[in-house]
């Protein structure tokens, strides 16, 4: 049931990957239908996020999405962000193997901070526009996302192909595993005594 905000629920969407593979800028096109092009796009410093409503199956969602930076140098506030996550996208660009072969290190940051098994991961191949420049198939990148039990999708921020796309397919992910958002049912409005402070449970995405 909807909440007297008229939101379903509101969802917290996390995007990473090394720099420069675009994730500001899927967040941008996705957001604002908008690209930004070389020069005029900021490195991310920190962390920065956008809200967007999302209509589903005639009911409205509210999307946090968290852009951090990729930069080793500006990756300061790590847990808070992973925190309350329910989506997880890994981001790397076709045209640059590197950021492919590291997706396994930012696997590893995932499960270091985000121990929610349930967490919805989806790995995204951004600027396929650059087809000679590319060096990951789609075959290849299929292949990795099986075997990380993770959901795949290409795309590009410049031309939008596949953007609206993954952020839907993400999203309708969540809303199908309830235990993600939905918040447990409470007997009563009491404070139970009984239970520790701190007993490390929480309601929403991960456990950090
Ligand atoms: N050709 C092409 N270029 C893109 C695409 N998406 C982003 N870019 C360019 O790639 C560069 C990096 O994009 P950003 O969105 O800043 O990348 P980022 O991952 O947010 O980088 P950090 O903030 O440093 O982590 C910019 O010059 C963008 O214009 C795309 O789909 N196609």
Same mark, same amino acid.
């Given at each position: 049931?909807?909440?007297?905000?008229?939101?379903?629920?509101?969802?917290?969407?996390?995007?990473?990957?090394?720099?420069?593979?675009?994730?500001?800028?899927?967040?941008? #096109?996705? %957001?604002? @239908?908008?690209?930004?092009?070389?020069? /005029?796009?900021?490195? =991310?410093?920190?962390?920065?996020?956008? $809200?967007?409503?999302?209509?589903?199956?005639?009911?409205?969602?509210?999307?946090?999405?968290?852009?951090?930076?990729?930069?080793?140098?500006?990756?300061?506030?790590?847990?808070?962000?992973?925190?309350?996550?329910?989506?997880?996208?890994?981001?790397?660009?076709?045209?640059? #193997?590197? %950021?492919? @072969?590291?997706?396994?290190?930012?696997? /590893?940051?995932?499960? =270091?901070?985000?121990?929610?098994?349930? $967490?919805?991961?989806?790995?995204?191949?951004?600027?396929?526009?650059?087809?000679?420049?590319?060096?990951?198939?789609?075959?290849?990148?299929?292949?990795?996302?099986?075997?990380?039990?993770?959901?795949?999708?290409?795309?590009?921020?410049?031309?939008?192909?596949?953007?609206?796309?993954?952020?839907?397919?993400?999203?309708?992910?969540?809303?199908?595993?309830?235990?993600?958002?939905?918040?447990?049912?409470?007997?009563?409005?009491?404070?139970?005594?009984?239970?520790?402070?701190?007993?490390?449970?929480?309601?929403?995405?991960?456990?950090?």
């Amino acid at each position: 049931m909807a909440g007297i905000d008229g939101y379903e629920a509101t969802l917290k969407i996390l995007l990473i990957g090394n720099s420069n593979v675009g994730k500001s800028s899927l967040l941008l #096109r996705f %957001t604002d @239908d908008s690209f930004l092009p070389q020069d /005029d796009i900021a490195a =991310t410093i920190g962390v920065d996020f956008k $809200v967007q409503d999302m209509l589903f199956e005639g009911k409205k969602y509210k999307l946090t999405i968290w852009d951090t930076a990729g930069h080793e140098r500006f990756r300061t506030l790590t847990s808070s962000y992973y925190r309350g996550a329910q989506g997880v996208i890994l981001v790397y660009d076709v045209s640059n #193997r590197e %950021t492919f @072969d590291q997706l396994e290190n930012w696997f /590893d940051e995932l499960r =270091t901070y985000c121990r929610n098994k349930d $967490v919805v991961k989806m790995i995204v191949g951004n600027k396929v526009d650059k087809e000679e420049q590319r060096v990951i198939s789609r075959r290849e990148a299929e292949a990795y996302a099986r075997k990380s039990h993770t959901l795949f999708l290409e795309c590009s921020a410049k031309t939008r192909y596949g953007v609206k796309e993954a952020f839907e397919e993400l999203v309708k992910k969540i809303i199908e595993t309830p235990s993600l958002w939905q918040k447990r049912p409470s007997p009563s409005n009491n404070i139970d005594l009984t239970r520790p402070k701190d007993d490390g449970k929480q309601d929403d995405g991960c456990n950090c």
